[in-house]
């Protein structure tokens, strides 16, 4: 989980320094990240993580493929003999499968790399193949995928889904991602093990909070459909100016500082 946190901030915090950077140049980039732990299936979440690369994929593999003269007969072929839900499966693992072996190797040439693709095809073709169960049931029981206890398990069914993917994301190699997996559920017993290998002080873990909690409350706002920015112009000019250098030292205070304190490389940068 924290792993997650940490490719999440980094690579979403990148690309809001690179379209802050093009705003003041009036360049306005596209979105690249949509608040992606609201999500409550795969699919929306693939919506909207690295929103770039997926629009990349759809426009460059998806539709080629799924249009293409062997999916379009295939469709027509297995829907007259099976169905129209059949037709769908077998059409969109056609169209998919390319899709996320080629988002496996956009990462890297390594076995984790491309199983992390086929996990996601896997789950997504589970998606579309329970989709009519899932409506039935909907149906026949009155209850709302999109309020209360459903909507809340739906939630967290997806996180628990990203956090096992981005554990074979992790792994060095896909031997070492299943023996990791294991481990969640082994231990340590000890939780006071679990922060003592971290090597993190007080200082460090209040920075940690701080830093989860502010990206906590903008992801909200956001979601909730508040503009922060025009939040911010609506204030006194000297509240304004106070905001905006509190948060310039907060990085550097907390970002770069002490002693012990080293540059770490991106994750991302090695892609």
């Known amino acids: 989980m924290a792993y997650v946190a940490q490719l999440y901030l980094e690579f979403s915090g990148m690309i809001d320094v690179t379209m802050g950077t093009a705003e003041v140049l009036q360049i306005h980039l596209p979105e690249n990240f949509r608040q992606p732990f609201f999500s409550r299936s795969a699919s929306e979440f693939w919506r909207r993580w690295h929103i770039t690369l997926g629009t990349w994929l759809k426009t460059y593999v998806f539709f080629p493929v799924s249009t293409s003269h062997l999916v379009v007969n295939a469709n027509r072929k297995v829907r007259k003999k099976y169905g129209r839900q059949t037709a769908k499966v077998v059409t969109s693992f056609l169209a998919l499968t390319p899709v996320w072996l080629f988002n ?78 294991g481990n969640v559920f082994r231990g340590p017993s000890n939780v006071h093990a679990l922060f003592a290998v971290s090597h993190l002080d007080s200082s460090d873990w209040l920075a940690v909070g701080f830093c989860l909690a502010l990206v906590a409350i903008v992801d909200v706002c956001k979601e909730k459909g508040v503009h922060l920015f025009d939040w911010l112009d609506r204030l006194p000019t000297s509240v304004r100016w106070g905001l905006s250098y509190s948060l310039i030292f907060a990085l550097i205070f907390l970002g770069a500082y002490g002693a012990g304190y080293r540059k770490v490389d991106m994750i991302y940068a090695k892609f």
Do not use: C
């Not at 009155?142 to 206890?149: E, I, L």
């Not at 031997?175 to 990791?180: E, F, G, I, R, T």
């Open 104 to 181: 496996g190797f956009w990462h890297g040439p390594k076995w984790n790399y491309i199983v992390y693709g086929l996990y996601y095809l896997a789950i997504l073709m589970a998606e579309v193949m329970l989709e009519p169960v899932k409506k039935q049931f909907y149906a026949k029981t009155g209850y709302s995928p999109d309020r209360g206890f459903f909507k809340f398990l739906r939630w967290v069914r997806t996180l628990a889904i990203i956090v096992a993917g981005e554990i074979i994301f992790r792994a060095n190699t896909v031997s070492a991602a299943l023996l990791m997996m």
